[in-house]
């Protein structure tokens, strides 16, 4: 009888350790850190990877903690695609020793960071974010472009046997990349040198691509002092800012009391979505109609 259960037993450890450590339908278990990313993949990977997302929708990817579920669903995880995020710093080492077959693969690899980008104050030269590197490299087309070299090179290497199909995915890719790049560069004509202010400052990349620059209420993580706010206002009246970009993760307050001193509004962005050239389109539509 104690022989019957200790087999029960082993017999149900063995199915649950299956059912997460075989990916679905034979493809390729992908874990990335940010929605965007998953659309990367997936444009280079099609059909033949399985990919799951940590940070949830409505969550930021500053402080996010994984769940235990997610953890647990890493077990079955061939690659898993980092980008340089700040919850990585915390996370990254116990991710990994979750799995430790899995290849942990760094898509900021190659890529130039910039500084992250604060509201101008008085005091230029003393800002507390000073050197700190601007994570958002997902919201530039030609950055994109970089991280989906790295990308293709690590499905190739865990799935040798598609490697032609991964090929002929991210050269379509890098077509569609290009073709968004131009589209982008046009809607922006006319625009170099134009000023937007956004609550949280990840939209530096992206200017920097298309000639514009971002003004960001955020300063080192949180919202502005009175002082702070005063002066962002009087420079928001000084250059004609209208419109104020947050995102749906973010308190749109110190936005909205603003948008009210300005006469303007308030408009969200979100850095995060999944439709990430869908959403890339629509925030620059919205952007050029405000710059005029």
Known sequence: MVIKRVYGVLTILVAVIFL??????GKVAVFVSIAPQKYFVEKIGAK??????????????AT???????????????????????????????????????????TDHGINKIALAEHRHQDEGKHPEQGILDPHIWLSPTLVMIQARTILKALQEVDPAHGTEYEINYKAFVSQ???????????????QGLEFMVFHPSWGYFANTYGLKQVSIEIAGKDPKPAQLKE???YAKKSGIKFIFVQPQYSAKSAQLIAREIGGQVIFADSLAEDWAGNLRAVARKLRSTLR
């Not at 997460?20 to 339908?25: G, K």
């Not at 995020?85 to 693969?105: D, L, Q, S």
């Open 64 to 106: 996010y903690e994984p769940k235990p579920r997610q953890m647990v669903a890493i077990s079955r995880t061939r690659i898993y695609f980092s980008i340089g995020v700040p919850f990585e710093k915390a996370w990254m080492k116990r991710i990994a020793a979750t799995n430790p077959g899995m290849r942990v693969v760094p």
């Open 20 to 25: 997460f450590s075989t990916p679905v339908c």
């Open 232 to 234: 962002l206002i009087e």
């Open 48 to 61: 033949l990877v399985d990919v799951s997302v940590m940070v949830k929708p409505g969550a930021g990817p």
């Open 177 to 191: 990349l290009s073709d968004l790049d131009v589209e982008l560069r046009n809607t922006f004509v006319g625009a």
